[in-house]
């Protein structure tokens, strides 16, 4: 039981590069979300996908996509990357129908824009 | 104002006191809150989660919360080294969609 599966683990783009980050999930569970994380900012949501066939944004998602592929995968793409885009970036997921409704965590894509 | 704040540390104990780690948030409407532990270089972990008033325990960790005053804690007892790591507090309100929002976490550092 893998969990929550996030490809690559590192990456080095040059400003204005376009690449995309994979997660996968096999806990069955119905939400998607995409993080990233900058030292002392916590995690902010970049986007989301409630269930299959729907996306939102959350609170920074400028200069980012999204595609829910299928109930497992949620994909964050990176259009034209900027050194601000420097992060790292968590994938996670959760059974809303749960009472704590519990996000999982991938282990998570170290990116660099230079 | 951040809407979950926690001071970011280092909180320095040393091995088998208590540490305490706090996080206010402004929402009201706040539902649910969470207590990840975060080592350094890898992905957040669930440790505790409370919805209620009041304190809940778990093997060493309790979690507090007061929803009057708007605060939630984690008391960590008989620390040890190995739970040196960040602690973030993230509190789920039906206001942001019911979402997570998190704080910037705590530092904790158990000293042998």
């Known amino acids: 039981n893998a969990g929550v599966t996030q490809t690559p683990k590192f990456q080095v783009l040059k400003t204005g590069q376009s690449m995309t980050l994979q997660c996968a999930q096999d806990m069955n569970h119905n939400s998607m979300y995409w993080y990233r994380q900058d030292p002392g900012m916590g995690l902010r949501l970049i986007y989301y996908s409630a269930s299959e066939g729907t996306t939102d944004k959350g609170e920074v998602p400028n200069g980012y996509n999204v595609s829910r592929l299928n109930k497992r995968e949620f994909s964050l793409r990176l259009e034209s990357a900027a050194p601000s885009q420097t992060s790292v970036y968590f994938c996670?997921?959760?059974?809303?129908?749960?009472?704590?409704?519990?996000?999982?965590f991938g282990a998570g894509t170290r990116l660099s824009v230079l | 104002q951040k809407e979950v704040e926690q001071n970011s540390g280092p909180l320095s104990v040393p091995e088998g006191a208590i540490a305490s780690l706090n996080c206010t948030y402004s929402d009201r409407g706040s539902q649910s809150f969470f207590w990840y532990r975060q080592y350094s270089g890898k992905s957040p972990e669930l440790i505790m989660f409370?919805?209620?008033?009041g304190d809940k325990e778990d093997g060493r960790f309790t979690a507090q919360l007061n929803k009057a005053s708007q605060y939630v804690s984690l008391l960590i007892r008989d620390s040890q080294p190995s739970d040196s790591a960040t602690y973030l507090c993230a509190v789920k309100s039906p206001n942001a969609g019911n979402m997570l929002t998190f704080g910037g976490g705590t530092r904790l550092m158990v000293k042998p």
């Open positions: 409370i919805y209620s008033n």
């Open positions: 996670a997921s959760s059974d809303p129908e749960s009472y704590k409704n519990i996000q999982y």
